[in-house]
């Protein structure tokens, strides 16, 4: 009977002391050794959603492999396992069909062993999926908010335009009178590669993947 800890952060919540690594490795040990267990090993998911099913992780799968009969898997907290209230019951029902014990710590200790923890552990996850889906609407919201106010949302600005200091866009003369060539060309039948021809000329090279795209944002 092997006891496995569990841990997990995505990228977003890695600079979050209180979701670290660390943090988890602690609070499980502590556990295990409240409750004279020995910890055999802790797999590690670093910088995978939660929205990801279990078995489908690295680490996660992993894991599931090594499973037998009697083991207890630990965790800290529900979300570092689940994210999706499915995902949530479908993974208890198939560790207690194992005859695998999953211990989170946050709500208490082992929430696969009877009908009221497993009622818990639905609403609970239920709470979670929502509050996910909540997190992405607001960070959908943010980013329309931003485009609506000219914001740029990062990575390499479209051909015609620079990013001011204050994180506007703003028209590049120079690129723009480029586009403007480009687009004419285009008008009068020339190929991609003669117009990539033409600004390289003027000392702008493109690709013609680019060039299409550019010229078809303009079109």
Known sequence: MAVWGYSRVSTAAQADDGESLEVQRRQIEGWCHMHGLVLDDLFVERGVSGSMPVAKRPEGSAMWKSLRRGDTIIASKLDRMFRSALDALQTVEALRELGVSLVLLDLGGDISGNGL???????????????????????????????????????????????????????????????????????EGQPLRAIQAELTARGTALSIGGLHKMLRKIA
């Not at 485009?147 to 479209?158: A, I």
Request: hydrophobic share 35%.
């Open 117 to 187: 923890s497993r009622l818990f552990l639905t609403i609970v996850a239920a709470f979670a999926e929502a509050e996910m889906l909540r997190t992405r609407e607001r960070i959908a919201q943010t980013k329309r908010d931003q485009r609506d106010r000219n914001r740029y949302l990062g990575g390499k600005p479209p051909f015609g335009y620079r990013v001011m200091d204050d994180g506007t866009l703003t028209a590049d003369q120079r690129e723009q009178k480029l586009l403007v060539l480009a687009r004419r060309l285009h008008d």
